[in-house]
């Protein structure tokens, strides 16, 4: 099983629309989880960072399942500026945040 | 308010050069942090530094690869002898103490012919 795997994509939506991204992760001892954007060739971003009780942030929604080692990021009513690569990253280094492993990404093109 | 600098943004080196790759970190930032990006790849952890100090080097290949942070000027990532499989965008992230998100400089692509 891979450390962190992320729906291959790509994803094409029309804009308003919703859409989902999944993640699982390897690791159950994994403490921190994050979703990051990334726009073409340039460097990622923290989106928001996912905590068990789930938490919302405007539109964006993530939800964390640690029995299944599973996440989840939901866009509702999506705009053009949405358009990027979303990455699901897992700190899997114990107590500090920097050894972050990133999924490979999910491209979303959000269409008018 | 500048935000992490690498440079150079584009960098094409022969296969047997060297690389040397730049990061100022954020202002008041003294830990800095090596990702790799291989072509349809995640991005994997390389190098931790503090000024002056290896924290951890345990994403770091064995050979042809180091670090440094100096006292004074950027950290470097020092790519010797290099190999077409070297060719990947290798971004550089500083945070003020450790377990802060990390803020990402925008990359280094180098490519090897």
């Known amino acids: 099983r891979k450390e962190v795997e992320q729906d291959p994509g790509p994803f094409n939506v029309p804009e308003g629309a919703t859409v989902a991204f999944n993640c699982t992760y390897s690791n159950s001892a994994s403490q921190s989880f994050f979703w990051y954007r990334q726009d073409c060739r340039k460097e990622p971003k923290l989106l928001m960072s996912v905590y068990s009780s789930g938490n919302e942030d405007g539109r964006f929604t993530a939800q964390l399942n640690r029995a299944s080692q599973y996440i989840s990021l939901l866009i509702r009513d999506s705009k053009l500026s949405d358009s990027a690569t979303y990455l699901c990253v897992v700190n899997m280094g114990g107590g500090s945040n920097y050894k972050l492993t990133f999924g490979k990404g999910t491209l979303l093109t959000v269409n008018p | 308010n500048a935000g992490v600098m690498q440079n150079p943004r584009h960098l094409v080196r022969r296969r047997g050069q060297e690389a040397r790759l730049r990061c100022s970190p954020m202002?008041?930032?003294?830990?800095v942090y090596w990702y790799r990006q291989l072509p349809e790849e995640g991005l994997k952890f390389m190098v931790y530094?503090?000024?002056?100090?290896?924290?951890?080097e345990s994403g770091m290949p064995k050979e042809r690869f180091s670090a440094e942070f100096p006292k004074e000027g950027p950290s470097i990532l020092r790519i010797q002898q290099v190999v077409r499989g070297d060719s990947a965008a290798y971004f550089c992230?500083?945070?003020?103490?450790?377990?802060?998100?990390?803020?990402f400089g925008n990359g280094t692509r180098l490519t090897v012919t």
């Open positions: 530094l503090q000024k002056e100090n290896i924290i951890d």
């Open positions: 202002k008041g930032h003294s830990h």
């Open positions: 992230a500083s945070s003020p103490p450790p377990n802060s998100p990390l803020h």
